[in-house]
């Protein structure tokens, strides 16, 4: 098994930082991707970003583009995704997630991911 938890939410005007953490642990060496996704209320869930544990290839939703980065430190089971130029419509309950293996095109196809962490809430204000 893999546990997955978040860390780094919280409440931030528009324009501001955030940097969520994912810390994984248990079966590490079953996983060879991590995606973050997130839920606004009252939406359905939606990828942002991935990293490959191996190549270290990344993907992102084009709504983040250019103010989000997905990183990795191995060493620490850890993955980053950094936010900057937050704006209100990225507040939603994020997720980091782990697959066994996932074809880079379905990256953000939350159904191919197996197990999934507790969430950690983003709030931006106007």
Known sequence: QVQLVESGGGSV??????????A?????????CIGWFRQPPGKEREGVAAIYKGTG???????????????????????YLQMNSLKPEDTAMYYCAATLGVPSRRWGASDEYNWWGQGTQVTVSS
């Not at 994984?24 to 060879?32: C, I, P, Q, R, V």
């Not at 290839?57 to 993955?79: L, Q």
Request: glycine letters at 10%; one cysteine or more.
């Open 13 to 22: 005007q528009a324009g501001g930082s955030l940097r969520l953490s994912c």
């Open 24 to 32: 994984a642990s248990g079966y590490t060496d079953l996983f060879n």
């Open 57 to 79: 290839a990344t993907y992102y939703a084009d709504s983040v583009k250019g103010r989000f980065t997905i990183s990795r430190d191995n060493a620490k089971n850890t993955v």
